[in-house]
């Protein structure tokens, strides 16, 4: 089992900039992704990374907004979002998976998920 506790979430106006953590511990883990989820609706996969060599891969909504990256000594994955806007609002959560592939998208592919942290993005 892999416990993920998130962090960093908050209050930011519209094209403002938020990180969130996520840090891990307990096995080592292959793939970490981040989702998000605004009230009734389904999960939405936002982007994932690899541990082994940092691959990425983003949804198009986020694509060129956001980034995300680890710190492996911190046994931390983050997310950079820059350029935020409304729609962005929604609760994020960080998920562990044990491989890297197309997979990654689906909230299926992940078998440990942190608290989730909110962000609100203000117009």
């Known amino acids: 089992q892999v416990q993920l506790v998130e962090s960093g979430g908050g209050l930011v106006q519209a094209g403002g900039s938020l990180r969130l953590s996520c840090a891990a511990s307990g096995r080592t883990l292959v793939v970490m992704g981040w989702f998000r989820q605004a009230p009734g609706k389904e999960r939405e996969f936002v982007g994932a990374i690899k541990w082994s060599g940092g691959s990425t891969y983003y949804a198009d909504s986020v694509k060129g907004r956001f980034t995300i990256s680890r710190d492996n000594a911190k046994n931390t994955v983050y997310l950079q979002m820059n350029s935020l806007k409304p729609a962005d609002t929604a609760v994020y959560y960080c998920?562990?998976?044990?491989?890297?592939?197309?997979?990654?998208?689906?909230?299926?592919?992940?078998?440990?998920w942190g608290q989730g942290t909110q962000v609100t993005v203000s117009s």
């Open positions: 998920a562990a998976g044990p491989s890297w592939g197309p997979m990654v998208v689906d909230v299926e592919a992940y078998d440990d």
